[in-house]
């Protein structure tokens, strides 16, 4: 048959890399052309499809998966062609292209894998499928070349959800085995050892096996990037809501994925989330743009970037209510400034006060001493209905 594929991103480039190794002649096709230069290639989706039997599809998300389908491909190009989308997909998404390609008179077949790069490299991917059987008959031999197994499906949709279901468990893993190492490394204990230490205890999983010289290393080249997981996560969120379900961690876990994407870190690989993970409460970004903010009179979106790292602290955490603190600070700037409450306001510098005056001698980052001082100044200032708008409680 003659094949084609479309996407080069890190998989897709591993599993033509794998398919040409085996001997499958193939075509390719990619947005950006310069990853296609040393490949057989076509500038035209719609050249690819129409020399194609067989069209492979692995590109970012649904989005871009309809509108090449959809928009780009003209409609006879798709007409008895068995295409084969590998990508991670929405739930709702995949039925819809299986109809709209049917009513192409084209194959869809919904084939999500499980495995990254270095399954890629060795052939050992793991391939969930559904679509025409019979059709799957004479495509079997290509999927060989870059799985080791693939497990088929009556109902589409199924592949969708059960790959969902396994980054969702991915992510968790994720979070835990990197949440464990960096409240380890802060408690002292050297990195090698706790890796070690995993590797032979509870720990001990196929996740930290491939990832452990990576998180040691500190080499984060991406094999599954954060914000592809981030993207499976999201589609998972709207999938257990379809089925009014529920998760505990999903959106604690969700949330650090997308601090990592927000830093700039989501091209790096998954283990990327350690970058986020080590940091202490005075190194959290968070916590560095809310005190800028403060200082600069953005005191509502002080407020709320403060409270999200607020939010996301323990209650037993030391500093929680340290930030409490300076998050009433914002609260009580704003209230008098731009609500013009002064009454409230000084309720507000009060409460701020309080919860502050706990940490007298805490330094490391503001002179508390220094701070509840010039509370008091402002507590004065309002009494006297006086301007506070230039007086700094934290410098």
């Known amino acids: 048959m003659k094949v084609g594929f479309v996407g080069l991103g890190n998989l897709g480039k591993a599993i033509v890399d794998r398919m040409i190794s085996q001997g499958i002649n193939l075509y390719v ?14 500038l035209d989706p719609n050249e690819l499809f129409y020399n194609s039997d067989v069209i492979f599809i692995i590109i970012r998300d649904s989005k871009a998966v309809e509108e090449l389908l959809f928009k780009r491909i003209e409609p006879q190009n798709i007409e008895n062609k068995i295409i084969v989308d590998m990508t991670t997909n929405s739930y709702s998404f995949v039925k819809k292209f299986y109809q709209k390609v049917r009513e192409l008179n084209g194959y869809y077949f919904e084939a999500p894998l499980l495995g990254s790069i270095p399954a890629a490299n060795t052939g050992s991917l793991v391939m969930l499928i559904s679509g025409d059987k019979s059709r799957l008959k004479l495509i079997e031999h290509i ?9 088929y499906f009556d109902n589409i949709g199924e592949p969708t959800k059960l790959k969902l279901l396994n980054n969702f468990a991915l992510a968790g893993i994720l979070q835990s085995i990197m949440e464990t190492i960096t409240i380890g490394e802060n408690m002292g204990i050297r ?3 706790i890796l070690e230490i995993l590797s032979n205890g509870a720990g001990r999983s196929y996740f930290l096996e491939v990832k452990k010289e990576k998180i040691l290393n500190e080499d984060f080249s991406p094999q599954f990037s954060i914000e592809l997981l981030h993207k499976d996560l999201n589609y998972f969120f709207e999938l257990i809501n379809d089925f009014h379900l529920y998760s505990h961690i999903l959106e604690p876990t969700n949330k650090i994925l997308e601090r990592a994407v927000n830093l700039n870190h989501g091209s790096l690989d998954i283990s990327g989330v350690y970058l986020v993970l080590k940091k202490n409460i005075f190194n959290d970004e968070r916590f560095i743009k809310g005190l800028e903010l403060l200082r600069t009179g953005d005191y509502f979106e002080a407020h709320e970037v403060l409270e999200d790292l607020w939010r996301e602290m323990p209650v037993e955490n030391k500093y929680r209510n340290f930030i409490k603190g300076i998050i009433q600070i914002c609260a009580g700037y704003y209230k008098h400034i731009e609500q013009r409450n002064p009454n409230g306001a000084r309720n507000i510098f009060i409460n701020a006060k309080n919860y502050l005056s706990k940490y007298l001698e805490e330094n490391q980052v503001i002179d508390v001493k220094k701070v509840i001082a010039n509370i008091e100044k402002i507590i004065g200032m309002i009494d006297k209905n006086e301007d ?5 409680i934290i410098e």
């Open 143 to 151: 999927i060989e070349t870059f799985t080791k197994k693939f497990y």
């Open 29 to 42: 096709y990619n947005r950006a052309v310069e990853k296609a230069k040393n490949y057989n290639h076509f």
């Open 191 to 193: 990195k090698d050892l």
């Open 388 to 392: 506070i708008s230039s007086f700094k």
